[in-house]
Nanobody, 117 residues
């Protein structure tokens, strides 16, 4: 069974940084565009960043210039570096294969990010 396990979340002050990691149970991520999503209480899950197979990143306007997505296919891992964090970045963060996002079975447990003073 394919698994994606997110880690690296926590409580951070406004303006702080966190680096999230997403480790896949197999070597499949090298074949796919990967995405980082987030879901805040009462909101729908939203895509905040994606990275193509070639390593090209795309970002939601709300995080552009502050977040950086990267991948290490040899380690089956996708990263999200988050800088200049704001309280509105507070959410549970998930990673997934972009093309799998409609399948509820494809989602991991996510990692909680809380930005608060």
């Amino acid at each position: 069974q394919v698994q994606l396990v997110e880690s690296g979340g926590g409580l951070v002050l406004p303006g702080g940084s966190l680096r999230l990691s997403c480790v896949a149970s197999g070597s499949f991520i090298s074949f796919h565009t990967m995405g980082w999503y987030r879901q805040a209480p009462g909101n729908q899950r939203e895509l905040v960043a994606s990275i193509s197979r070639a390593g090209s990143g795309n970002y939601a306007d709300s995080v552009k210039g502050r977040f950086t997505i990267s991948r290490d296919n040899a380690k089956n891992t996708v990263y999200l570096q988050m800088n200049s964090l704001k309280p509105e970045d507070t959410a549970v963060y998930y990673c997934n294969v972009i093309n799998w996002s409609a399948d509820p079975r494809s989602w991991g447990r996510g990692t909680q990010v809380t930005v608060s003073s």
